[in-house]
Structure formats: C-alpha cells, structure tokens
C-alpha cells in the first residue's frame, strides 16, 4: 500500500475569483436577477405544481433557504400564476330558522359588495318608508272599511239583544270582579238599574216580593244562556277581524316589500337569493309589530360580504406571514358591543381568513409558522382534505356568546405552496399520512449552484437586484468577485457556489455600509473582505479563547516530527453562521492482552454515533491492514486527547 501523498497547489487550497471575467465595471450596468436563479429543474416543478390541477397536487418547496425565499416563491407564483375559472363572491346572511347557522350565498364575481348595497338600501326602505306607506290614507282607508264590516256584524248581534233586554226591563252593567270587570244583567226599578245589593235591600225594605224575585232570577237566567251564546259569536268575529285586518296589512306589506325587492330580484337571479329573498319578505311581513323600535328588526337583512372581487381581477396569490387558525381559516368575532341598544347577529360576525381570500388562485405559507401556530396546521390539511372551509370559533373564554354559531362551510378551490426544509418534508412525510396524499408537487432546490461562467453571472445578477431593492451603492466587479468567493466558502464544495443569497445579502449590506462611512460611491472588494472579517471577528470568541489556550501553552500543538500511535486531527464545531477547525491531538496505545480494541470516548460516555461508526469502520481497516493468518492477543486504545 503506497503512502505517498499528492501535496497540496495553493489553487487548490483556495479558490479565486478574477474580476475581469465580468464584463462590467459595476452592477448598475447588470440587469437585475428575476425569480430564482441556478435551479432550473426545481422551477419547473413548482411551474407544473401551479398549472396543474387534481386532487392533491399541492406544491412543497424543499431546500430553498433564506429570509427572503417566501418573497421570492411569492413573486414566481404571481408572475406564472396560471388562473382557471374566476372564483365567486360569498356572503352570508341571517338564517331565519336558525339564526346561529348563518347561511351562505354564493354569488357572480364582483356581485358581492352590489348585493349588500341592494340589501343596505333595502333595510333603509323598512326603517323610514315601511312604516309611513303602511299609514298612507289610502290603506287607512281601506283597513276602516274593514273594520265597519266587522263592527256591522257585532252591532247586528248586541244591538236587538240589548233592545230586548231593554223590553223585559233589564239592562247590561259592568261590575268589578277582583282586579278585572265583567258585564251583567240586572233588572231596572223606577227607572235605574239594581245591582244583587240592592236587590237584597229592596225586599228587606219589602219593596219586592218573593214573585217579583223569581221572576228576575228567571228571566236573568235566559237571557244570560243567549249572552253567552252572543260573547261566543263576538269572539269568533273578534277574531276574525284581527286576521282579516294582520292579512290585510301584511298583503299590503308584502305588496310594498316585493316593490322594493324587484331591483334585487333581476340583477341577482340565482335559486339561493330568491329563495333567500322570499324568506326575507316573510320574516319582514311576521315581524311587523316590531317595526320600527327593535333594532334586530332590520339589522337582520343586512348582508356580510366575506369574499369579494373586482369582476376583472386575476385569480389571488396571497403570502401569509402569520398563519395562525384565525388569519387562515378565519373565525366568528367575539368582539361583541354590550350595548343593549346594538342587537347580536351571528351572520355579522364571520371573518374570513386567507384560504378563503386565495380561492380560485394560490397561497403561500412557511411551514415552520404553520407548524408552530396552534391548531393551525390541522385546520390546514382538514380544509384542503374536504375541499371546503368551515369557520370557528377560535378557542378561548372570550368565545360566548357565539360558541355554537357554526356558518354554512364554504367550497373552495386553493392551491397551497409550503415552504421547508429538507428535516420539515421528512418529518411530515413520515408521521402525516395527509401530507403526502396531499402535498404530491416537491419542487426541490439545491442550496448550491455549479461555479462555472453561468454561475457567476447569476452571481453577479443576483448582487444587482440586492443593490437594487436595498438602495444600495453600487458594487464594483472586483466587489462582485470578492462576493463570489465568499460564496464558494460558505458552499465548502469543489466547483460550486451557495445558493443561499441572504447570507451575501446580509455581507453586501454591511460592505455598503462601510463604503458609505468611508465616503465611497461604489462598493469594491476590500469592503467586501473588510466585512466578512467583521463578521467573523463578531462571531469568533470561541476560536479566539482556544488560540489563548495554546499561545499559554495550555494546548499543545506539535507539527513537526514523527510520534508512534500520536497524530494530529481537527475537530470541526460550528457558531451560528461561522465554522470552525480546532486541532486536537489522537493518540492511540497497543499491549499484550485479549480485550482487543477499545474506544476511550465511547467507555467515558463522550462519543457520538458518528464518532463510534467511525471507530468501528477504523477496526475494520486494522483488519485489513494487518491481514493476520492467526489469531491476535492485545489490548488496543484510541482517545482524542484535547
């Protein structure tokens, strides 16, 4: 086995970026960098997740990493956002029925904000106009006809009742029976009616006689059996007359009502509104008594617009930053005015969230929010599984009065974009049996790029568009080449480049600013390494303490010489964004015995799984290397010492 090593070029060592590959002074001459640049094939699969529609085919962009890769999805999907059919409008409106059941109308795009206007003007109608129709002369005049009709029937029935009582000399008095009065028939003496006191008086003073007294018992018996018979057929014509007069007052009602409903009924002529409609011309007509004191009376017909377009607008593509239960599936307000005076109304109070303000179009969400956000993620999946949305309650004590208010769901049609990482899609692969029967689209980019003459190009496209959308001074080519390199770092791979832009966003931005103190108008490659050694100066305690540790000859490094079973190794440890190399010295010790190897740290409980694969595949190599045709007695030790 030959143990000679190829050294080292410098070249090899670190890569360098010749500034004059550019063909450009600085980056106000470069055109601006559009979408998402070096990841070709996961573009196009997010290009095939937006245009096509089945069930399940929701988009999961893997890999992409950065602050700024919400934005830049969100800028893609808007640029290449593929629109089927226009979404609807929905309202809801009150449920007559069920009023903590608010139901849903859907209706043509760009209708929604008109039909409540309708509605609006409509419930002004019932609050100044009803009422005084109602009291116009004419229909006074009419309801007066009615009511001498009915009095002509009650005047029929009393009045040859009371001439015949008159006769027989008898007349109807009223007398007061506890809290209440009654009528009674009483005989007439000189020409005055008496009362049973008086009666009583009368025959003690001897003024009437036992005869006389039967007499009237009599008589008073047989007309007070025709009485009763007489109250009976007043009581059915009572009644009569209140329903002839309510009927009459509510076709005149309806008649009105119908009038002011016409406008609505042409412009807005699906099943769902007239049926609507109708019902609202019969709870108006029910509830006329309540007209115009009761607040409820009218807010009721007023109608809340949930989802509304502009009848030319493209189909929606949202971001939600904040995906929360209620930003994304809405909620019932529990937001609720004590004042007496202001009625409840379940239908008022539906919010709606950003699945159902995307319907029609796309919506973008980070997963790491979705996912830390209570309840959101389940409400997610359960709406996209069910193609419909169901609005509620958000949990809390602050949920009554409405905590049973459950409004008609409403179907939508959304196309959902996850952003993660590749650890995300792992996880919800594997513990989520929704996820992948839903999320079917992985559109799966690379956190580098190829460094050849394309890369840099996108390179140095990508730096104008952050000079550009930051306001920043431009960057000088060597600049830009300085950046590149600094690129190739972070990637740590031969012949590639980072594709994580924020973290070159993040030194360009300081490069600029340390041009812009020193008084510079463009930003070259010594503010470009003048930044990156702040960077790691801030972030290098760690590294700064262990070169204490040996400059005090707490550590000791040698390199030079040989050792037996002694030989350097560097121990890689990573602070944020920066990582580090410190070197640590391995020793390793062989003695007669049978114990055969043995790993220090994993015997002091100090090795990680990584380590002790890598010691057992290193027993493995002695083996190989050693090729012994017996076997073998000793006692072997591996450790890193420091």
Known sequence: ?????????????????????????????????????????????????????????????????????????????????????????????????????????????????????????????????????????????????????????????????????????????????GPATRQVIVPVVDGQPVGPEQVQALKASGKVDDATLEKWDKEIEGFGQRMQEIGERLQEIGGRRQEALQGFVR????????????????????????????????????????????????????????????ADAPCPALLERNPSVQALIGTI???????????????????????????????????????????????????????????????????????????????????VILLGDAGTWHALDAIDPDFRDLFKVLADFDDVIQRDDQGLTWYASVIARIQREDDLPPFTRDGVAALCEHGARIAAQAGKLTARFSRLADLAREAAWLATNAGEARVNGDRVREAVRRTKRRAGLPSRRFQELIQRGVLRVQTRGHVVGQANALAVIQTGQLTYGFPNRITATIAPGRRGTTNVEREAALSGRIHTKGFLLLEGLLRVLLQPDHPLSFDGSIAFEQ
């Open 1 to 177: 086995m030959s143990d000679a090593i190829e050294p080292l070029t410098v070249s090899q060592l670190r890569w360098r970026c010749d500034p004059s590959r550019f063909p450009f002074q600085a980056t106000h001459e470069v055109e601006p960098a559009h979408g998402i640049v070096g990841q070709d094939e996961a573009v196009e699969a997010l290009q095939f997740g937006l245009a096509f529609h089945a069930p399940g085919q929701h988009v999961f962009v893997r890999g992409l990493t950065g602050t700024g890769r919400a934005t830049l999805v969100h800028r893609m999907v808007v640029k290449a956002r593929p629109c089927g059919p226009p979404s609807p409008d929905r309202v809801y409106v009150c449920n007559f029925v069920r009023s903590d059941r608010p139901r849903l109308l859907t209706l043509p795009r760009g209708q929604g904000q008109a039909f409540r206007r309708h509605l609006d003007r409509f419930v002004d109608f019932v609050q100044k106009e009803l009422g005084p129709a109602l009291n116009a002369d004419v229909v006074r005049s009419q309801a007066t006809a009615l009511e001498q009709k009915f009095s002509a029937e009650v005047r029929a029935l009393t009045e040859p009742f009371e001439a015949d009582l008159e006769k027989a000399g008898y007349r109807l008095v009223m007398v007061q029976a």
């Open 251 to 310: 076709r005149e009602a309806r008649e009105l009502l119908e009038q002011a409903l016409r406008g609505v009924r042409s412009a807005f002529a699906t099943v769902d509104v007239r049926a609507w409609l109708e019902a609202v011309v019969e709870d108006v007509t029910k509830r006329l008594g309540s007209l115009p004191e009761d607040a409820e009376f009218t807010e009721r017909y007023r109608v809340n617009v949930v989802l509304a377009h502009e």
């Open 333 to 415: 307000d529990t937001n609720i005015d004590t004042d007496e005076a202001t009625p409840y109304l379940p239908h008022m109070m539906v919010r709606a969230g950003s699945l159902l303000q995307a319907d029609g179009g796309f919506l973008v969400i980070d997963s790491r929010d979705v996912l830390t956000a209570r309840g959101a993620w389940k409400g997610l999946i359960r709406t996209l599984r069910a193609g419909q949305l169901e609005i509620e309650v958000a949990p809390g004590p602050s949920a009554a009065p409405n905590a049973f208010v459950k409004p008609d769901p409403i179907p939508i049609d959304v196309k």
